[in-house]
């Protein structure tokens, strides 16, 4: 048996390839829509995106973002072998974007009365990452 099998049967983790250039420039200080500009792909910098809005009280703008990233988020999830479900770790760091942006897609639809979609993203995160959901709630 190896070491790393899983003995539930599901699928198994998807991980995401590294992509540092868009997470380097945000830790360096660019400012996140001129990451997302370059990197229109990286769920990371829309997930920052989304974050910023919400702090500044543009509810719909974030959500905007964050269904951006969520959906960069799960076209790169496919490329990766994902087919739908199955867990996406917080502790690998090129996850986190999807991650983020599927969070604050939940917290931006709460904020603006969309309860279906809050519950609908809330379960898929906490499906998806329960590291992520604890981390990030």
């Not at 920052?48 to 959906?71: I, K, N, P």
């Not at 996406?88 to 999807?98: I, K, Q, S």
Request: proline content about 7%; hydrophobic content about 35%.
């Amino acid at each position: 048996m190896a070491i790393h099998e899983n003995l539930l049967g599901g699928p198994p983790p998807t991980h995401l390839p590294d992509d540092p250039e868009p997470r380097e420039m945000l830790a360096n200080g660019t400012a996140s829509a001129d990451v997302a500009a370059k990197y229109p792909t990286s769920s990371l910098a829309w997930a920052q995106l989304a974050d910023e809005a919400f702090e500044a009280g543009r509810v719909v703008e974030s959500y905007a973002y964050a269904r951006t990233g969520y959906h960069r988020g799960l076209d790169a999830l496919r490329r990766s072998g994902w087919k739908g479900h199955g867990p996406v770790p917080w502790e690998h760091e090129p996850n986190r974007g999807f991650l983020r942006a599927l969070h604050a897609l939940a917290r931006a639809a709460q904020a603006i009365g969309e309860q279906d979609e809050y519950e609908r993203c809330s379960t898929f995160l906490r499906d998806s990452s329960e590291t992520a959901a604890d981390t990030l709630g």
